[in-house]
């Protein structure tokens, strides 16, 4: 069975999202449907394919919210900042770009690297968890391996 470790408030934010999809946005679909049905034909009714499409993408969403608040593992915080663990923010110097980094070690269904919060099962993340301030870590990235230096956890 899979499992989806979570913070509780990544928890909470799923179980939100998961109730705007099944209550406001699923009403809002069908209320599009209606409304592209009343306009007659619906073999060239563009405006009716596109909100069933919308509709089945939520569908879609619905069910692996579903699946992953079902599965999900709150992991309680942690406040030893001794190592890096999950929920950890780690500041690291990135010897290949000479640069200071700092990620968010979170689980994949709270993952966002475009803000640097990234997945415990990324490689990076496998790479720090563990790690203890002073560390050097080798992260195994599909394009070759590079070095992290831990410089502060919090």
Aim: net charge negative; proline share 3%.
């Amino acid at each position: 069975m899979a499992e989806f470790p979570m913070t509780q408030q990544g928890y909470d934010e799923a179980v939100k999202k998961l109730e705007y999809l099944q209550k406001t946005k699923r009403a809002e679909i069908v209320q599009r449907i209606a409304e592209a049905r009343s306009h007659g034909d619906l073999s060239e009714n563009a405006e009716y394919d596109a909100a069933r499409n919308e509709q089945a993408a939520n569908e879609r969403a619905i069910e692996e919210l579903e699946f992953q608040i079902k599965n999900a593992v709150v992991i309680e915080e942690i406040a030893d900042n001794s190592a890096v663990h999950f929920g950890s923010v780690v500041l690291v110097h990135d010897t290949d770009f000479d640069e200071d980094v700092e990620y968010t070690i979170m689980g994949t269904t709270e993952a966002d690297p475009m803000k640097n919060i990234i997945s415990n099962e990324s490689p990076v993340g496998q790479a720090l968890m563990g790690a203890k301030r002073g560390d050097t870590v080798t992260v195994k990235a599909p394009n070759g391996e590079y070095t992290l230096k831990v410089l502060k956890i919090n």
